[in-house]
């Protein structure tokens, strides 16, 4: 069964670059049919979608997050990886990646999204303070 | 402020049914599939519900999914001391043109 494991610091300046790394095993980043996704979840706080990436190096962010972020895999180490420019106390929490299924079904001209994240990693907490 | 609105708390005793209920708008819910997890203390969340009603497997058939218009609801009968967590609705948003969650609902097992 694939698995997901989040790595990286723990600790981040302010203005620095937050970067996280996701190694998946049991599967394959190369497969079609998936999103690679890192959500976040602020201490005491909702989850996030951050953005995801596919096998071929397509990617999808948050309108929020955009301008500070970038997704990108490697396939040849079975990886994928977040990069955070610029943070701030804000960006202060458990930082997830997941497999993120996501498909699109249309009847005529009414197209309806179906996506979902499973499975998650364990989560790593990320801490942004001098 | 979560776009998806869940009551922040929910309870029951063993053996009861508890209904969480997840409330959204006609660019989510309205229009796009739902999403529930299941978040036990200092874990990762857990696939509970997909596609508005499917069980994955493993899940047991304790936890059951609907959806009506722009509000869906996630129910677990027969209440175990082990569904206390944080519950949480998720859905594709096409305004945003990505992935929104609820706040999360705490579930008491009394």
């Known amino acids: 069964q694939v698995q997901l494991q989040e790595s990286g610091p723990g600790l981040v300046k302010p203005s620095e670059t937050l970067s996280l790394t996701c190694t998946v095993s049991g599967g394959s980043v190369s497969g079609g049919g998936a999103f690679w996704s890192w959500i976040r979840q602020p201490p005491g706080k909702e989850l996030e979608w951050i953005g995801y990436i596919d096998y071929s190096g397509n990617t999808k962010y948050s309108p929020t997050l955009k301008s500070r972020v970038t997704i990108s895999v490697d396939t040849s180490k079975s990886q994928f990886s977040l990069s955070l420019t610029s943070v701030t106390a804000a960006d202060t929490a458990v930082y997830y990646c997941a497999r993120q299924l996501w498909f699109r079904s249309c009847r005529g001209p009414t197209c309806s999204v179906g996506s979902w994240f499973d499975p998650w990693g364990q989560g790593t907490l990320v801490i942004a303070s001098s | 402020q979560s776009v998806l609105t869940q009551p922040p708390s929910a309870s029951g005793t063993p053996g009861q049914r508890v209904t969480i209920s997840c409330s959204g708008g006609s660019s989510n819910i309205g229009s796009n599939t739902i999403s529930w997890y299941r978040q036990l203390p200092g874990t990762a969340p857990r696939l509970l519900i997909h596609?508005?009603?499917r069980r994955p497997s493993g899940v047991p058939d304790r936890f059951s999914g609907s959806k009506s218009g722009t509000s869906a609801s996630l129910a677990i009968s027969g209440l175990q001391s082990e569904d206390a967590a944080d519950y949480f609705c998720?859905?594709?948003?096409?305004?945003?043109?990505?992935?929104?969650f609820g706040g999360g609902t705490k579930v008491t097992v009394l």
């Open positions: 998720a859905a594709w948003d096409d305004g945003l043109n990505g992935v929104i």
């Open positions: 596609t508005d009603d």
